[in-house]
């Protein structure tokens, strides 16, 4: 080996074996989640799934609590990005639909509604499933913080209950009343949605209202 190739990087492989490690770890979690519930979890079922030592869960995770809710995120960060098409119905058009694609099967409904029930019965998973669901909602208002920015919807009122106008009529059909969530209802919701959340034309006409419509 000449002095150049000696001194050249050596290139590395994105992610490694921890990044595959903590992939299997937290995809085994939601798993098992799944299938036993928050109260049911085993730390070795998790890890035989898994494919790791029992002490290696321990380790990187000692509280179960901490492991589901950073699978939880990550698995939600994944399914649901937070689109930026340059227009608020493009915007919640696609967000929507990526919320319904992430919650609306049979598997997904069975671990949301057995995370609400666990949460009623144990305040430490109770904590994770708000801390959980306040963080992707968090990061949901951008789409609305952006859209009142362009002068597109109504600064008066919270982004975040105005996306709570959007995104609860698809847990309402998720938790209450058991019915599917198909474009018509998404397009449904966005029309009522926008209706209350667009500025009105006197507001957007008087001086100062903001910057104009994109």
Same mark, same amino acid.
């Given at each position: 080996?000449?002095?150049?190739?000696?001194?050249?990087?050596?290139?590395?492989?994105?992610?490694?074996?921890?990044?595959?490690? /903590?992939?299997?770890?937290?995809?085994?979690?939601?798993?098992?989640?799944?299938?036993?519930?928050?109260?049911?979890?085993?730390?070795? /079922?998790?890890?035989?799934?898994?494919g790791?030592?029992?002490?290696?869960?321990?380790?990187?995770w000692?509280?179960l609590e901490?492991?589901?809710?950073?699978?939880?995120l990550?698995?939600?960060?994944?399914?649901v990005?937070?689109?930026?098409?340059?227009?608020?119905r493009?915007?919640?058009?696609?967000?929507?639909?990526?919320?319904?694609?992430?919650?609306?099967?049979?598997?997904?409904?069975?671990?949301i509604?057995a995370?609400?029930?666990?949460s009623?019965?144990?305040?430490?998973i109770g904590?994770?499933v708000?801390?959980v669901w306040t963080?992707?909602?968090?990061?949901?208002?951008?789409?609305?913080?952006?859209?009142?920015?362009?002068?597109?919807?109504?600064?008066?009122?919270a982004?975040?209950?105005?996306?709570?106008?959007?995104?609860g009529?698809?847990y309402v059909?998720l938790?209450?009343?058991d019915?599917?969530?198909?474009?018509?209802v998404?397009?449904?919701?966005?029309?009522?949605?926008?209706?209350?959340? /667009?500025r009105?034309a006197?507001?957007?006409?008087?001086?100062?209202?903001?910057?104009?419509?994109?």
């Open positions: 080996m000449d002095a150049d190739e000696a001194a050249r990087p050596v290139a590395r492989r994105p992610g490694g074996r921890s990044a595959r490690v /903590r992939a299997a770890v937290l995809a085994a979690a939601v798993d098992e989640l799944t299938e036993h519930g928050f109260g049911g979890m085993s730390s070795a /079922r998790i890890a035989e799934r898994a790791v030592n029992r002490t290696t869960v321990h380790r990187r000692p509280h901490d492991l589901v809710e950073e699978a939880l990550d698995r939600a960060a994944v399914a990005p937070i689109p930026d098409t340059g227009t608020v493009g915007d919640l058009r696609l967000l929507l639909h990526e919320i319904a694609e992430y919650v609306d099967s049979d598997a997904r409904r069975g671990t509604r995370l609400v029930a666990d009623a019965r144990s305040p430490v904590a994770v708000s801390r963080s992707r909602f968090g990061r949901g208002t951008e789409v609305v913080a952006r859209a009142v920015a362009r002068g597109e919807l109504r600064a008066d009122i982004p975040a209950t105005i996306l709570a106008a959007f995104t009529p698809l059909r938790l209450i009343t019915e599917r969530i198909d474009d018509s998404i397009e449904a919701v966005l029309d009522v949605g926008l209706d209350g959340a /667009r009105s006197a507001a957007a006409a008087s001086p100062g209202a903001g910057r104009s419509t994109a």
